[in-house]
């Protein structure tokens, strides 16, 4: 019997060189905070426990944040508010909150932890849960966006920063709450920054809650300034000697660089050496990546030891996530290309080498143009220092930066900027309106937003019917705050009760909120997948209703796989699409809404659509582009859309995005009397039919310049 890697023979005399070689500059040594042999080898040689439970014990004790546990409790019992920095990995999310709960906090209300990241509040909720030896969901649980696993015996909460932003609508003062730990704080994510403000202002009149601020980033002197100079608590990490190189001219393509760095790394140093890390932008360059990986260690064959990859994005299927913590076997090394999701949210131990590309992809919204771009950016300084440490976790580890230091010192920011003030915030102001905050502008941001962004935000939800011209919250906009959807959205699915149509728009919301891709097209099979996609598309409908006629099928067919398989759909999508119908149907109840339907009035679903969409709508030109009416935007039809090469005269669109070119995404075509039906006071006929109409009429307050 033959075990592949493990009965690998040594390398011959001769040495493997590859083409384009690398040259790379050591610079400088990020000295580890704490590094004694003796540390080093007791966590490579970890004793066997005797059972799985004992084994996460014994591991617990090991962690960094262990020798502190007795000096912060004492410190979170004198004060209310305390800030507590820990690098990602040093057991700060997973401990403090049993540490809490030990103590006895959890007698006297709940203890909740907030993550930025989905992946990270279920992963960490269930290595709690096994550390306590409880089942997930009972005394520890998680809630994330369409997904409660929860109960009323949990105590432990695990929850995305939005998550807890909706529970403020319900509980204004958290009275279920003994302790809140906002963590990854220095993410700086819209949710988290609304959180600060609405925490802070609690803490004031609630002595009895316990506040926690978690961030891994050393710029803790500012949330300290924020919470009214409260104590900073540091948890020194494990973190080993870091040795940074950096390469001598700039590269012109990072991704053939790092395969070129990755099989260098391979060559040259032994697999039991440790693992590598790669930080690339997105989906596209990982698949493309580990495409080229594959094809070249092919070609070298037996000559290098085995090399596994293992890819990790967000849309990644759960099942696939998980490889990328299981140890690669003897005389084996794992690669893991990985987006900034492995940069805080998630700890891969075994990681000694870490090739940074030095970009990210950055979502930014312009208020001018309502447009959302996301784009490839150059990352911040703190950024590559903390992908740095990701492999000064276990031992003494290197950094391959792709760039040079010349590009470091004088190219890159010092911190990323804020997504707050990047983003669309007509959901953050609605849901400051909601819980009874009359004056947005004066809301106590950490870092508050452009003033431009607040007004875009205000003028669109008084555009739809969420706001009176006082600026206060109508009943409408008390329903839409129900919805944990954009405004859009949920004034879509209101306009639905109008038209007789929830039933199907429900189901179009719920596949426009997967936040994924429903159809794939493999390479191999092009044809076939553009093929099976067009049947959906019969009867010159848009894509809101193609999505529609997906999931009807899908449900016809007793959601089964094998459909799924058949007509190139993605089976994750469909059962998140499901799991996110279900709750809306919940909702719906709530707002007093009832589930009625009519499958075959299309024209009613159009209707719906519009009521949602009215201010994301544009008219054809001449040159066969578009112009959005609200802010006179060139725009084209993204070329998936199955209307791309039909060119309709009126279109009402999902969202505007900025890739190659100005793309709407998910088009419907529609009709220009429904507009002026919708929204009287912001269209007028003649405007809307005549393309050549350059009169602008004076818009009533927040209304829009046709």
Not at 28 to 48: A, F, H, P, Q, W
Not at 470 to 487: H, I, N, Q, S, Y
Not at 534 to 562: C, I, M, P
Not at 659 to 686: D, S
């Amino acid at each position: 019997m033959k075990f592949g890697s493990k009965d690998k023979k040594p390398m011959s005399e001769y040495e493997l060189i590859f083409e384009n070689q690398i040259e790379f500059v050591r610079d400088e040594l990020i000295r580890g905070e704490i590094y004694d042999e003796e540390l080093c080898n007791e966590l490579t040689n970890k004793s066997v426990a005797r059972s799985a439970f004992e084994k996460l014990q014994s591991d617990r004790k090991l962690l960094p944040v262990y020798p502190y546990r007795e000096e912060l409790l004492q410190a979170i019992e004198k004060h209310q508010v305390l800030v507590v920095v820990g690098e990602t990995g040093s057991g700060k999310t997973t401990q403090i909150p049993q540490y809490l709960h030990e103590a006895g906090y959890t007698k006297h209300g709940k203890i909740g932890c907030t993550q930025p990241r989905r992946v990270a509040a279920m992963s960490v909720a269930a290595r709690a849960s096994q550390e306590m030896g409880v089942k997930l969901g009972h005394e520890v649980g998680y809630a994330i966006r369409f997904e409660d696993c929860t109960s009323e015996k949990t105590v432990i909460k695990y929850m995305t920063d939005g998550m807890l932003l909706r529970e403020f609508l319900g509980e204004p003062d958290l009275s279920s709450y003994s302790v809140v730990i906002v963590d990854e704080a220095h993410e700086r994510t819209v949710c988290t920054d609304v959180l600060f403000g609405l925490v802070k202002d609690i803490a004031r009149f609630r002595p009895d809650l316990k506040l926690i601020i978690s961030s891994a980033t050393l710029d803790a002197v500012r949330f300290s300034d924020y919470f009214d100079s409260a104590p900073i608590f540091k948890v020194p990490g494990r973190s080993f000697p870091v040795e940074i190189h950096y390469t001598k001219a700039p590269e012109a393509d990072y991704l053939d660089a790092a395969i070129v760095t990755i099989l260098h790394i391979h060559v040259t140093e032994s697999p039991g050496d440790g693992d590598i890390l790669v930080f690339l932008t997105g989906q596209e360059e990982i698949e493309s990546a580990e495409e080229i990986l594959k094809q070249r260690t092919k070609s070298l064959g037996t000559k290098i030891a085995e090399l596994i990859i293992c890819p990790i994005y967000a849309n990644l299927p759960t099942e696939q996530q998980a490889k990328i913590f299981e140890p690669a076997p003897e005389g084996a090394r794992k690669v893991v290309l990985a987006t900034n999701i492995a940069e805080t949210s998630l700890t891969i131990d075994g990681i000694k080498h870490v090739i940074d590309s030095g970009f990210v992809k950055i979502k930014s919204y312009n208020p001018r143009t309502g447009m959302e771009s996301l784009l490839v950016t150059p990352i911040s300084k703190a950024s590559a220092n903390q992908r740095a440490g990701r492999s000064g976790r276990t031992g003494p580890g290197k950094c391959f930066r792709l760039y040079t230091l010349h590009n470091y010192r004088h190219d890159m920011e010092d911190n990323t900027v804020p997504e707050i003030q990047r983003t669309n915030l007509a959901n953050v102001v609605l849901s400051l309106k909601s819980l009874g905050i009359s004056d947005v502008s004066e809301f106590d941001f950490m870092d508050p937003p452009a003033q431009e962004c607040l007004l875009q935000a205000l003028k669109l939800l008084y555009a739809l019917g969420a706001l009176n011209r006082k600026g206060e919250l109508t009943k409408v906009g008390r329903k839409m705050a129900e919805f944990p959807l954009d405004p859009m959205l949920s004034k879509m699915i209101i306009a639905s009760d109008k038209y007789k149509c929830s039933e199907e728009i429900i189901s179009i919301a719920a596949m426009l909120s997967t936040g994924s891709l429903i159809f794939y097209r493999p390479k191999k099979k092009l044809v076939h997948a553009d093929n099976a996609r067009k049947l959906f598309y019969t009867g010159n409908v848009g894509d809101h209703v193609a999505l529609l006629n997906v999931y009807r099928s899908w449900k016809e067919n007793d959601y089964s796989h094998q459909w799924c398989y058949e007509n190139y759909v993605q089976v994750k999508s469909m059962k998140r699409a499901r799991d996110i119908r279900e709750q809306l149907a919940g909702l719906l109840e709530r707002v007093e809404i009832e589930l009625t339907s009519d499958p075959g009035d299309l024209e009613a679903i159009q209707k719906a659509i519009t009521s949602g969409y009215f201010p994301n709508s544009a008219r054809l030109q001449k040159n066969e582009s578009y112009k959005t009416f609200k802010y006179s935007q060139t725009a084209h039809i993204h070329p998936s859309s199955g209307l791309a090469l039909k060119f309709p005269k009126l279109v009402v669109y999902h969202e505007l995005v900025l890739t190659t070119k100005e793309y709407m995404r998910q088009v419907t075509e529609l009709k220009p009397e429904w507009l002026v039906e919708i929204a009287p006071h912001f269209y007028r006929l003649k405007d809307v039919k005549d393309s050549e109409a350059k009169k602008k009429r004076p818009s009533a307050e927040g209304g829009l310049d046709i």
